[in-house]
């Protein structure tokens, strides 16, 4: 039996084990399910996508009315998480990044504040922070009659917030032209500014160029075309407000409870990312007599944004898995109205939560392919 | 011959010592720094006090109904008048003390934990104790004590439950298959990448969606699983992959030649992990691993979902009750404090660790 000490031999009959223990498994796994499926009378496949869902969804991005399918229901599902979820990361960048530069100020007030910003809300639950925000600050609200009322075009109330509406006419395609084209000049810009910059070593400031491209085309094209964007204004009639932009308390509250959690990882990101540059590069810029914007600009900022890109963009992710848990307060996205409603309505339970485990699968593959490439771009290139 | 006698030092001038030097420093050593700091006691104004008022000034804490609550601050005769429930539950009050015994067990499982000169031993032996005791001592049926069923379980209780069987149960799985993933037999390598892959892709909720809804259908007729335990399922082969992803962070820190020179004095494979490479790599993992226990613990409120009573969605349930109505905002306060408290304390241990761990010479 000395064969069975051969390292060779036993790996390859731990393989054999489990695989034949895997398959076994999941036979036994099929088998059972079949068999409950049949007995319980549920039926199985994907034919249920087609067949009309039958309720009503309060938010739809996309067309949905009561004739509309289940395929319709997991389409608006979708629609409404990557839309929360891109107001979310949008909100969480602006927000963590300043926290996480007040968490370093010089001063000590501003960096004392900001710590205890992070600590209290990282250490919260999110599910917790959600139905904090649902149930008593946006209940607290004033009813539709008393609401708060900014400069007459923005109302709130306990049935969300009303914003007007920019309609666009015949013409608006000149605006997006012109931000494409400031785009396009502003990277044609900087490639030419870095390869004088590494010939020559003059320096040109393309960031507040680009900036200022990026503001005056499109405000310049809006002119040529003759202002050709108008606003849709709430009005408030019979019982309720008409026109303008809804954001429902459900949107709201994911919103703000997303925003805010998600803000002290990326400020801890971001802070931690500035933090471990070495002492020594720092030291060595200011003896090569860089100013200290220039030292934070050309050695310590590049390093930085190496180490806090990839836990910020794994925080995006963990954003986009979070807003599931609007299922506590019914906003209608993917998991509320589709692993939700529509599970209830059809009980297919194992296509339905299939479907769903995969969507967000997918969207977590994506945002690893993009990780990836970044930190393949970003590897410190060794001569 | 004129000797030399030292003078004493001078002090520096009062502007370069003591408190106004340091306010000098720290709050206005430039103009936007005074802009700034002016702007925080401003922030800070319009925090405190009406939260002092509202906590403690203008606060109810006499009494034992709602009609008592007649100050504009908080109503914290609520809370007090709930508090059994928000801790036990629905757990029979006569047996109580069998909840309290557990969390004591728990207390001192911690305890023996966090201390250095406690033999590994003991502190493994104690934590893998912890979820059994625990569960013979809650449920019952056994030693004459009463049998008490798992939906009668709830509040802080059930959400400590939750979070020790996780955190135990989720550990020894994560290291089989961080052990897989780095394993060089292509099968299991491949199994472990896609588990591990598959389980961080989704959302907690999905796979706990599938822990109660799914799971059932899996397993032939008859065999029906307690609600609690499809929710301990789901939670613990979550956490199972998360652990795995921080423990291969730890292999991977262990330099090459420790797996050499422990291959060449003839180890099996079992035995190089086993005495030589993981107690390194867990050590190296430990301050990450308390990170995602803390995540754990947060994410234990999620059980509300599918219809578990922990701390949280008891507090929510009891603000429904007609007799003590609109108190939701003192309600969270109470759940958000001890989840705090929790929590903070995991991330504290978690930084010391960090601390003495790091041998970095960083700014």
Same mark, same amino acid.
């Given at each position: ?10 790996? =390859? ?16 796994? #099929? ?7 049949? #007995? ?16 009503? =969804? ?27 979820? #891109? ?57 539709? $009659? ?12 306990? $049935?969300?917030?009303?914003?007007? $509406? ?29 390869? $004088? ?40 009639? @019979? ?49 090569? @007599? ?94 | 011959?004129? &000797? ?23 709050? /206005?050593?430039?103009? +936007? ?15 405190? *006090? ?80 912890? *979820?059994?005791?625990?569960?013979? /001592? ?64 989704? *959302? /907690?909720?999905? &796979? ?46 262990? *330099? ?32 990450? /691993? ?18 578990? +009573? ?54």
């Amino acid at each position: 039996m000395s064969f069975l000490r051969n390292e060779k031999v036993r790996g =390859i009959l731990y393989q054999l084990i489990t695989i034949v223990g895997f398959v076994l498994f999941i036979m036994y796994i #099929a088998q059972n399910t079949s068999d409950n499926i049949e #007995a319980r009378g549920i039926k199985s496949g994907l034919d249920f996508m087609q067949s009309t869902a039958g309720f009503d =969804i309060t938010e739809t991005p996309l067309e949905f009315n009561h004739t509309s399918t289940h395929w319709d229901v997991f389409k608006v599902g979708l629609a409404n998480t990557l839309i929360v979820s #891109a107001f979310g990361i949008v909100l969480a960048t602006i927000l963590g990044l300043i926290i996480g530069v007040a968490r370093l100020s010089s001063n000590w007030i501003i960096s004392r504040l900001a710590n205890g910003y992070i600590e209290i809300f990282r250490n919260l639950p999110i599910l917790l922070q959600i139905l904090f925000w649902y149930n008593v600050v946006l209940a607290s609200m004033p009813s539709v $009659r008393q609401s708060y009322n900014f400069f007459g075009s923005i109302f709130i109330n306990q $049935r969300g917030v009303y914003t007007p $509406r920019p309609i666009f006419e015949d013409g608006s395609w000149l605006i997006a032209a012109g931000f494409i084209i400031a785009l396009l000049a502003g990277w044609l810009i900087y490639k030419w500014s870095t390869k $004088r910059h590494d010939e020559t070593g003059q320096e040109f400031p393309v960031f507040l160029v680009n900036l200022g491209l990026l503001i005056t085309l499109p405000i310049l094209a809006y002119l040529i075309a003759g202002s050709p964007v108008s606003f849709e204004y709430p009005v408030f009639k @019979g019982f309720n407000f008409q026109g303008g932009r809804t954001f429902t308390p459900e949107f709201l509250a994911l919103l703000f409870a997303l925003t805010i959690y998600t803000a002290t990882f990326i400020a801890e990101a971001v802070r931690s990312g500035i933090e471990a540059v070495n002492k020594g590069q720092k030291e060595a810029a200011t003896s090569l @007599g860089l100013t200290p914007t220039q030292s934070l600009k050309f050695v310590v900022l590049p390093q930085a944004v190496r180490i806090a890109i990839p836990p910020i963009i794994n925080q995006y992710l963990n954003l986009a898995k979070n807003s599931s848990l609007a299922a506590a307060i019914g906003y209608p996205e993917l998991v509320t109205v589709f692993a939700g409603t529509s599970l209830n309505i059809t009980g297919q339970a194992l296509e339905i939560i299939g479907i769903t485990m995969l969507t967000y699968l997918v969207i977590s593959l994506f945002v690893s392919a993009i990780l990836n490439w970044f930190n393949k771009k970003m590897k410190i290139k060794e001569r | 011959m004129a &000797v030399y006698e030292l003078k004493p030092t001078k002090q520096p001038p009062l502007s370069e010592r003591g408190a106004i030097a340091w306010i000098r420093h720290n709050l /206005l050593s430039s103009p +936007f720094n005074i802009l700034f700091t002016i702007l925080s006691l401003w922030i800070l104004y319009i925090i405190i *006090p009406p939260m002092v008022k509202w906590f403690v000034l203008d606060a109810n804490f006499v009494g034992n109904s709602k009609a008592e609550c007649t100050g504009d601050g908080a109503c914290w005769i609520f809370i007090r008048e709930k508090f059994k429930i928000f801790i036990y539950g629905f757990y029979p009050e006569s047996e109580q003390w069998r909840a309290n015994l557990t969390m004591g067990l728990g207390a001192l499982t911690v305890a023996l934990a966090v201390i250095d000169r406690v033999p590994r031993s003991i502190k493994i032996a104690s934590i893998l104790m912890l *979820p059994v005791v625990a569960i013979i /001592l809650l449920s019952g049926g056994y030693f004459g004590l009463a049998y008490i069923e798992t939906n009668q379980w709830g509040g802080l209780l059930l959400t400590l439950v939750i979070a020790a069987v996780g955190i135990v149960l989720s550990f020894p799985i994560g290291i089989l298959f961080a052990l897989g993933r780095q394993s060089k037999l292509p099968i299991i390598k491949t199994l472990s990448v896609f588990y591990i892959e598959l389980i961080r892709g989704v *959302p /907690l909720i999905t &796979v706990l969606f599938m822990a109660s809804v799914v799971l059932p259908l899996f397993f032939p007729e008859g065999m029906d699983f307690d609600k609690l335990i499809r929710a301990l399922i789901g939670i613990t082969l979550f956490q199972a992959a998360y652990v795995a992803e921080n423990i291969r962070g730890g292999l991977q820190a262990i *330099p090459r030649g420790q797996y050499e020179a422990s291959e060449a004095m003839g180890l099996t494979y079992w035995k190089r992990m086993r005495l030589v490479i993981l107690p390194q790599a867990i050590k190296v993992a430990i301050p990450n /691993l308390v990170g995602s226990f803390i995540s754990l613990f947060k994410d234990t409120s999620l059980v509300m979902i599918i219809g578990l +009573f922990d701390l949280l969605s008891m507090v929510t349930l009891t603000t429904n009750d007609r007799d003590w109505l609109g108190l939701s905002t003192e309600g969270f306060v109470f759940v958000a404090i001890i989840y705090w408290i929790f929590n903070y304390l995991m991330s504290r241990y978690s930084k010391n660790l960090e601390k003495k761990l790091d041998t970095n010479n960083k700014d």
